[in-house]
């Protein structure tokens, strides 16, 4: 199983960037996926989820309007696109997938940093 993440780095306040996530060897279509992020002394938190066929979408209050989770089910790839980034999006972002149905399995990407700084 590996979820392989790609797409972060440094951005400028305001700017755009899209980061995803390409699973394999697991049933990628059976699982719903999460974006978390962590930032320096915090906890990790859930940024944005959709489910496994895509119909539905949740996001943090914090990023609501700027970030859109999307899926791409042919390609086994999520995606979180990320517009008007603000200094505090800068964490470090991770993509989950967990099982649905019966599907059991939960797992994790590696993460990939995300900067927004002038």
């Known amino acids: 199983v590996q979820l392989v993440e790609p797409g972060g780095g440094l951005v400028q306040p305001g700017g755009s960037l899209r980061l995803s996530c390409a699973a394999s060897g697991f049933r990628f279509n059976r699982y719903a996926m999460m974006w978390y992020r962590q930032a320096p002394g915090k906890e990790r938190e859930l940024v944005a989820s959709?489910?496994?066929?895509?119909?539905?979408?949740d996001y943090a209050g914090s990023v609501k309007g700027r970030f859109t989770i999307s899926r791409d089910n042919a390609r086994n790839t999520v995606y979180l696109q990320m517009n008007s980034l603000k200094p505090e999006d800068t964490a470090v972002y991770y993509c989950?997938?967990?099982?649905?149905?019966?599907?059991?399995?939960?797992?994790w990407g590696q993460g990939t940093q995300v900067t927004v700084s002038s």
């Open positions: 959709i489910t496994s066929g895509g119909g539905t979408t």
């Open positions: 989950n997938a967990v099982g649905t149905n019966f599907y059991t399995g939960n797992y």
